[in-house]
């Protein structure tokens, strides 16, 4: 058995699920976002031989982690769906132990390609400035003026890069080097980064763990299938 978690409306996930399933990743069980904030019993189990997790899905599906192989996240937060039930002042306190519940009962989850942690469901979701000094540590050039902000010519391009490899377009050898670089430096094994190709450079625009995955196509797809095998 193998898991995607993904958003509630996501034309890509579902792009994903298709391909990976066609690759032979069966059974293939999508647990939307919807899962997550209500509907769904857990029995999460921590001994000293570790811990498990049994999810019971609203339409009757049981995910046992253990026998769970792999997976892919697409999500970086998941909210709590009832937190309206309770009063202003316990809506925050609600929505912070939803949310460490959901990271520890994920992380029981073995083979997921991005494990969840405290910053996020799919790997570490970075502000945008802790991104960009990121960058800057592997050797990226960030983009420091509005995109519109002249007349050069400006493409934004997004690379996928899973562990080693390169996914979509492929970008001059030393902004690949910089793109495995951060990579590397995020702590996650599957990374989408945003660039901006100008006429004399390219740039780094942003990266998160999450987000279309279609730019990297079949080829990406036969990795993730490999790499989850």
Same mark, same amino acid.
């Given at each position: ?132 000094? %990121?960058? @800057? =540590? &592997?050797?990226?050039? *960030? +983009? ?10 400006? /493409?934004? !391009? ?15 050898? %030393?902004? @690949? =080097? &910089?793109?495995?670089? *951060? +990579? ?10 945003? /660039?901006? !190709? ?15 995955? %279609? ?15």
């Amino acid at each position: 058995m193998w898991l995607l978690l993904k958003r509630n409306s996501d034309p890509a996930a579902t792009w994903l699920a298709e391909g990976l399933s066609a690759c032979g990743l069966n059974p293939l069980v999508i647990i939307n976002e919807s899962a997550l904030s209500g509907g769904t019993v857990w029995t999460q189990r921590i001994g000293a031989n570790g811990a498990t997790v049994v999810m019971r899905l609203s339409d009757g599906t049981i995910v046992d982690s253990t026998r769970v192989r792999g997976g892919i996240c697409l999500l970086g937060w998941a909210g709590a769906a009832p937190v309206g039930d309770f009063v202003q002042e316990d809506r925050s306190y609600v929505q912070a132990e939803h949310w460490a519940f959901l990271v520890s009962a994920l992380y029981c989850v073995p083979g997921l390609i991005n494990p969840p942690g405290p910053l996020g469901l799919a790997g570490p979701e970075f502000g945008l400035r802790e991104w960009q000094c %990121r960058a @800057a =540590k &592997a050797g990226f050039q *960030l +983009r420091t003026k509005p995109v519109s902000s002249n007349k050069e010519t400006c /493409l934004r !391009q997004r690379v996928i890069v899973l562990d080693t490899e390169i996914f979509g377009v492929q970008p001059p050898s %030393r902004i @690949a =080097k &910089a793109c495995l670089s *951060l +990579r590397a430096i995020s702590g996650c094994r599957l990374l989408g980064i945003e /660039l901006l !190709q100008t006429d004399a450079r390219w740039e780094f625009l942003s990266a998160s763990p999450t987000g279309d995955l %279609r730019p990297g196509g079949e080829p990406l797809i036969e990795a993730l299938t490999k790499a989850l095998k």
